[in-house]
């Protein structure tokens, strides 16, 4: 399966789904032909001087095709984009989640696939494969027409739709090949990307002014292939006028010829050729619009099977243990770490791991949650765990939004109580214009700490919930979510957390809310 069926399929396309945008383009186009054809009729027609009524159906026929032509000109529009938009919104959703499973997609090149590319591919539904589904038809209605006004104008319009519909398009996308436009504009995003959210980290090394020019050299690129990319279709589109008018004058060179002394039948084939060339005007840029999909679709499969192969690698989750056990342990080896874990929670228990970097403390958290295999011996968690990580993301929009990405239906007190307890410093209506770079280190551990207690998961799994804070901020935030009712969501639940020392490895669990019980 090609890599643009693939997508296509996951954007919840279906071949059935096109015949309503194909049909009212087709109408449209045909009213168009129609209504030349008509009026090449009506003027003939009229210099034959015959009584008024006899043109009275054709004028009112001309006027009826006239309005059908805009009519379905805006329900092709609209029919059409609505099927893109639907794929596009599908595709996103589907390719964020790819993107998540799969890992090692940094922020631009992210950006890239999630904006640019997407829209490539789904844009291929309404630049290509509508176009050409209306070309068709309207290919075959006009050699038909053709053919039955004169068998020879049907074979010199079959020659010219050969022309503007299959050789055309084809030598379009051989030159659009060598523009590299999609490489050059990706390559744009992330270099600006780069500019906008690495700049002091490049600065300080002495590399801002580099990274700047690198930046506007991919600028200039990308505006080079722009320009580049535009020429096929401009000389397609050259061409095309070109093969229309030749066609149009061998028409009329036989209809001449061949003149049987009926002026409306000469009108009438006279003017066929004028409009019928109208559905193959964006064949040209719908070959080129292709070939950038299917580079785009490339880039979204890798990326999708990556993620396929992340998550057969994943554990999966895991099984539940008997009533009474939320969390336990049994000589687990993960994929990651030399650790073995042995521990045991019952519902409502808190554990403190403490270790240093390389034992293994995040990738447990990950594998408890069923996102990494277990290597070796056994684990089972109860449901409704859910793992937060220390590079959670934070969204441009408000404190609010942040937190309820975790619980939709949080109430304002409750996300409040949860920020006073972290100690977040700004309310539920501060914009963090910028995400996470509108906050400080410590600022942002303190609000992905209060999205964990405003969820309402049952059982918690924090990685590193006290990074970048000071000491006895640390210790203040780890003693709530050890010994104290926990704010939030619910009050009483199993908590895991890990922070960062150096050391041997050490587990506290909390025996009661009086104090913790060191088990190893």
């Known amino acids: 399966m090609s890599d643009l069926k693939f997508l296509l399929r996951i954007a919840q396309v279906r071949p059935r789904d096109l015949i309503s945008p194909i049909i009212a383009g087709a109408i449209?186009?045909?009213?168009?032909?129609?209504?030349?054809?008509?009026?090449?009729?009506?003027?003939?027609?009229?210099?034959?001087?015959?009584?008024?009524?006899?043109?009275?159906?054709?004028?009112?026929?001309?006027?009826?095709?006239?309005?059908?032509?805009?009519?379905?000109?805006y329900l092709d529009r609209l029919v059409a984009h609505k099927l893109g938009l639907r794929a596009l919104t599908t595709l996103r959703a589907t390719m964020y989640d790819a993107q998540a499973a799969a890992g090692r997609v940094g922020r631009g090149e992210g950006q890239a696939l999630l904006v640019a590319d997407t829209e490539r591919v789904t844009d291929y539904i309404v630049r290509t494969l509508v176009p050409r589904g209306v070309a068709v038809v309207l290919t075959v209605v006009a050699i038909v027409g053709a053919a039955l006004l004169h068998p020879l104008a049907a074979v010199i319009m079959a020659g010219g739709f050969a022309l503007t519909g299959l050789l055309i398009p084809y030598l379009a996308t051989r030159a659009s090949r060598n523009t590299f436009l999609v490489e050059a504009e990706n390559a744009f995003t992330l270099q600006l990307d780069s500019v906008l959210h690495d700049r002091v980290e490049y600065a300080v090394a002495?590399?801002?002014?580099?990274?700047?020019?690198?930046?506007?050299?991919?600028?200039?690129?990308?505006?080079?292939?722009?320009?580049?990319?535009?020429?096929?279709?401009?000389?397609?589109?050259?061409?095309?006028?070109?093969?229309?008018?030749?066609?149009?004058?061998?028409?009329?060179?036989?209809?001449?010829?061949?003149?049987?002394?009926?002026?409306?039948?000469?009108?009438?084939?006279?003017?066929?050729?004028?409009?019928?060339?109208?559905?193959?005007?964006?064949l040209a840029g719908a070959a080129v619009h292709a070939d950038q999909a299917k580079r785009s679709a490339h880039r979204l499969r890798e990326v999708a099977d990556r993620a396929e192969e992340a998550t057969k690698l994943s554990g999966g989750p895991l099984p539940h243990p008997e009533t009474g056990v939320a969390v336990r342990a049994e000589a687990l080896r993960t994929i990651y770490g030399d650790q073995a874990w042995d521990f045991e929670l019952a519902p409502g228990q808190r554990m403190l791991v403490r270790g240093p970097s390389g034992c293994g403390k995040t990738t447990m958290l990950e594998t408890l949650?069923?996102?990494?295999?277990?290597?070796?011996?056994?684990?089972?968690?109860?449901?409704?765990?859910?793992l937060f990580a220390e590079?959670?993301?934070?969204?441009?929009?408000?404190?609010?939004?942040?937190?309820?990405?975790?619980?939709?239906?949080?109430?304002?007190?409750?996300?409040?109580?949860?920020?006073?307890?972290t100690g977040f410093e700004f309310g539920l209506d501060f914009m963090l214009d910028n995400g996470a770079d509108s906050l400080s280190s410590g600022q942002r551990r303190r609000l992905l700490l209060a999205r964990a207690l405003v969820s309402d998961a049952p059982i918690l799994l924090l990685d590193e919930p006290t990074e970048h804070l000071s000491i006895d901020a640390a210790e203040?935030?780890?003693?709530?979510?050890?010994?104290?009712?926990?704010?939030?969501?619910?009050?009483?639940?199993?908590?895991?957390?890990?922070?960062?020392?150096?050391?041997?490895?050490?587990?506290?669990?909390?025996?009661?809310?009086t104090g913790p019980d060191v088990v190893s």
């Open 369 to 386: 949650a069923g996102l990494l295999p277990v290597a070796g011996g056994t684990a089972a968690i109860a449901e409704g765990a859910r």
């Open 476 to 513: 203040h935030l780890l003693d709530v979510l050890l010994h104290e009712p926990l704010p939030g969501a619910l009050p009483q639940r199993t908590v895991i957390a890990v922070v960062h020392v150096d050391g041997p490895v050490g587990i506290e669990v909390a025996a009661s809310p």
């Open 28 to 73: 449209t186009l045909l009213a168009a032909l129609s209504l030349t054809v008509l009026s090449g009729w009506l003027i003939t027609r009229a210099w034959e001087m015959p009584p008024v009524l006899d043109l009275s159906v054709a004028v009112t026929a001309v006027r009826a095709l006239g309005i059908s032509r805009a009519v379905f000109r």
């Open 391 to 421: 590079d959670a993301w934070v969204f441009a929009t408000t404190v609010r939004e942040n937190l309820l990405v975790a619980n939709g239906n949080a109430s304002d007190a409750r996300m409040a109580e949860a920020l006073a307890a």
């Open 206 to 282: 002495g590399k801002g002014d580099a990274l700047i020019e690198q930046a506007a050299q991919a600028s200039a690129d990308a505006s080079k292939a722009w320009a580049q990319s535009t020429r096929p279709e401009a000389t397609a589109s050259a061409i095309q006028a070109w093969a229309t008018g030749i066609c149009a004058l061998l028409i009329t060179w036989l209809a001449v010829e061949t003149y049987t002394g009926n002026p409306v039948w000469l009108g009438m084939l006279v003017m066929l050729p004028l409009a019928a060339f109208e559905a193959h005007g964006p």
